[in-house]
């Protein structure tokens, strides 16, 4: 199983990005879905998640202005980011924890569950 995060970029603050993060693999179902950001010198902080049935929570610092989704049929969680602030800056996370297995047969296959963390993608914002 893997999680490929991408959309990063450089940014002008006001402006608007949106991260895309996709896990392929043998995957039976994907449990929570969430996106994360460390800034230099700072924690690993969580921004947004969103469980299977698509109830979300937000940090406050991001609250109104980010929108997490998830296109189940996809794999893929999504983070649009709009009124971008230099304090955003940030290499971006995304997790996800995910029932897998050895087989694309369920009734043959180990089954596993594991959370999972894409390479990161590195949002900047500039003032």
């Known amino acids: 199983v893997q999680l490929v995060e991408s959309g990063g970029g450089l940014v002008q603050a006001g402006g608007s990005l949106r991260l895309s993060c996709a896990a392929s693999g043998i995957i039976y179902s994907i449990n929570d879905m969430a996106w994360y950001r460390q800034a230099p010198g700072k924690q690993r902080e969580l921004v947004a998640a969103c469980t299977s049935g698509g109830s979300t929570n937000y940090a406050d610092s991001v609250k109104g202005r980010f929108t997490i989704s998830r296109d189940n049929a996809k794999n893929t969680v999504y983070l649009q980011m709009n009124s971008l602030k230099p304090e955003d800056t940030a290499v971006y996370y995304c997790?996800?924890?995910?029932?897998?297995?050895?087989?694309?047969?369920?009734?043959?296959?180990?089954?596993?569950?594991?959370?999972?963390w894409g390479q990161g993608t590195q949002v900047t914002v500039s003032s």
């Open positions: 997790n996800a924890d995910i029932l897998w297995g050895t087989s694309r047969v369920y009734e043959n296959s180990r089954v596993y569950e594991n959370d999972y």
